[in-house]
């Protein structure tokens, strides 16, 4: 399975998408698109968004926390 977050360094709800990855003992990979502005790019290009958290769980897009969604690509 492939995660990847895309998030920034002060975003809470960031924080709260890697606990709930974590205590579910998910592998993802962060990305700071705050730093990153090629990881930025590919974020607004796969989400259409430029807010954080995205959430790619095996190319499904997760804007924000919404952890129903995440749950239900978690266990696709």
Same mark, same amino acid.
């Given at each position: 399975?492939?995660?990847?977050?895309? $998030?920034?360094?002060?975003? *809470?709800?960031?924080?709260?998408? /890697?606990?709930?990855?974590?205590?579910?003992? &998910?592998?993802?990979?962060?990305?700071?698109?705050? $730093?990153?502005?090629?990881? *930025?790019?590919?974020?607004?290009? /796969?989400?259409?968004?430029?807010?954080?958290? &995205?959430?790619?769980?095996?190319?499904?897009?997760?804007?924000?926390?919404?952890?129903?969604?995440?749950?239900?690509?978690?266990?696709?």
């Amino acid at each position: 399975m492939a995660v990847a977050l895309y $998030s920034t360094p002060t975003c *809470a709800y960031c924080r709260k998408a /890697k606990d709930y990855l974590r205590e579910r003992k &998910v592998n993802f990979t962060e990305y700071n698109v705050a $730093s990153d502005q090629s990881k *930025a790019d590919e974020m607004v290009k /796969k989400s259409g968004q430029m807010g954080v958290p &995205v959430l790619d769980v095996n190319g499904r897009i997760i804007v924000g926390f919404n952890q129903p969604e995440i749950e239900r690509a978690l266990h696709r």
